[in-house]
T-cell receptor
Framework: EAGVTQFPSHSVIEKGQTVTLRCDPI?????LYWYRRVMGKEIKFLLH????????ESGMPNNRFLAERTGGTYSTLKVQPAELEDSGVYFC??????????????FGPGTRLTVT | GENVEQHPSTLSVQEGDSAVIKCTYS??????FPWYKQELGKRPQLIID?????GEKKDQRIAVTLNKTAKHFSLHITETQPEDSAVYFC??????????FGSGTQLTVLP
């Protein structure tokens, strides 16, 4: 079974530009989460999708960040316009809706975003 | 909201010794506590978890203990090996299924 995948693995953009990150969850996982780790600090929650609906977006830093999950499969996270403080590693995770492992979140490899 | 504190931030042990990482949480409603291991440049990997209806769980050399009254939980690694070297994160699951992470512990196992 394929794990969570993310694209790109690394992105370097200039301040003011736009970047779109993509996450493909494990097939069949209705829960999809975005997290961010900035400057070696803790991993912080951004938002949570259940299928195509935003369940919780309390961690989104501001309106420059837009997440979508059309069709309830893959998700995108767009940063527009990017600022220097947006640099960090963006992780995606997924988990099933039910079953013995419903709490277990499986992480993707992350996208390292560098804003210069 | 939930707040998770993790200690120590760095830990060095000799190969074969034990390592213990401790975390505290603030939200008494949290019921699920996973631990993740992240090797350099790789994804966080779930290594063990514990739910609030048990006090201890063991998987080979790794064990986790939970004290709900005191709101703290710990990761114990016995007979450490060089490949155990990584950053370890504790986390607590909130009511909306999001994870709140500790700040991480860089574990170095010296050969």
């Amino acid at each position: 079974e394929a794990g969570v995948t993310q694209f790109p693995s690394h992105s370097v953009i200039e301040k003011g530009q736009t970047v779109t990150l993509r996450c493909d969850p494990i097939s069949g996982h209705d829960n999809l989460y975005w997290y961010r780790r900035v400057m070696g600090k803790e991993i912080k929650f951004l938002l949570h999708f259940v299928k195509e609906s935003k369940q919780d977006e309390s961690g989104m830093p501001n309106n420059r960040f837009l997440a979508e999950r059309t069709g309830g499969t893959y998700s995108t996270l767009k940063v527009q316009p990017a600022e220097l403080e947006d640099s960090g590693v963006y992780f995606c995770a997924s988990s099933p809706m039910m079953g013995r492992t419903l709490n277990e979140q499986y992480f993707g490899p992350g996208t390292r975003l560098t804003v210069t | 909201g939930e707040n998770v504190e993790q200690h120590p931030s760095t830990l060095s042990v000799q190969e074969g010794d034990s390592a213990v990482i401790k975390c505290t949480y603030s939200d008494s409603a949290s019921n699920y506590f996973p631990w993740y291991k992240q090797e350099l440049g790789k994804r966080p990997q779930l290594i063990i978890d514990i739910r609030s209806n048990v006090g201890e769980k063991k998987d080979q050399r790794i064990a986790v203990t939970l004290n709900k009254t005191a709101k703290h939980f710990s990761l114990h690694i016995t007979e450490t090996q060089p490949e155990d070297s990584a950053v370890y994160f504790c986390a607590a699951e909130g009511s909306a299924r999001q994870l709140t992470f500790g700040s991480g512990t860089q574990l170095t196992v010296l050969p």
